[in-house]
């Protein structure tokens, strides 16, 4: 019975904390923009705008929902040890780097790389790590220099692009490393 009502009680914190002050703020905001549109712009305007929503959550909803899934495949698949050797507290400046690597190479939008942060900072890895990788991903992320930079700007430019850019993940990941501030960011409770 002890392991029921646990269960029971990471559920309803999940809940609360899920049904929360921020959730309820962007609930006002879309309804006070909803009132907005439709008293401003009319039914119609409202009506696309609903569609619009509609089909975006449609298209990100899988993307979220398979992210958080590698994220939690992730943490059980690398073992906390590993992610304390090579980007742990301990790690220092080489934690930086090799974040910095994984960030480059991760594909995907925000709905990929965030929760593998979330899953990354749940197992341990250091703040300067995890900016790095933030940083990286925003800007040396390969996938999009293949995809657009290369094709859309050509060798030249994205040449320049990347070479100007490549120190700054670093740099931000060292800096993060040795700024005396612990990081507070909620694990979820699947993460724990």
């Keep these: 019975m002890g392991k029921d009502s646990e269960k029971q009680e990471e559920e309803k914190s999940l809940l609360r904390r899920s049904f929360g002050p921020s959730l309820f703020i962007f609930a006002g905001l879309a309804i006070g ?17 609903i569609e ?10 899988p993307r979220v929902g398979a992210a958080v899934l590698i994220a939690a495949f992730l943490q ?3 073992p906390r040890e ?3 050797r090579l980007i742990g507290e301990n ?20 709905l990929t790389s965030f929760p593998i942060v979330i899953a990354l900072y749940a197992a341990g890895a250091n703040k300067g790590a995890l900016v790095a ?9 390969m996938q999009r220099i293949i995809v657009w930079e290369l094709p859309l700007l ?16 670093i740099i ?13 960011v909620p694990t979820p409770p699947e993460l724990k």
């Design 91 to 110: 790690a220092g400046i080489k934690s930086v780097l090799i974040a910095t690597v994984a960030g480059s190479i991760t594909p995907g939008g925000p």
């Design 154 to 169: 050509g060798p030249d430019v994205t040449a320049i692009r990347v070479g100007a850019s490549v120190l700054l993940p």
């Design 33 to 49: 923009a909803g009132f907005a549109v439709y008293y401003l712009k009319g039914p119609t305007a409202f009506d696309r705008a």
């Design 172 to 184: 931000a990941g060292i800096i993060a490393l040795y700024i005396p501030v612990r990081l507070k």
């Design 52 to 61: 619009d929503s509609w089909n975006l959550m449609i298209f990100v909803a």
């Design 133 to 141: 990788y933030l940083s990286s991903w925003a800007i040396i992320g």
């Design 82 to 84: 590993v992610i304390s």
């Design 76 to 78: 059980i698949l690398v």
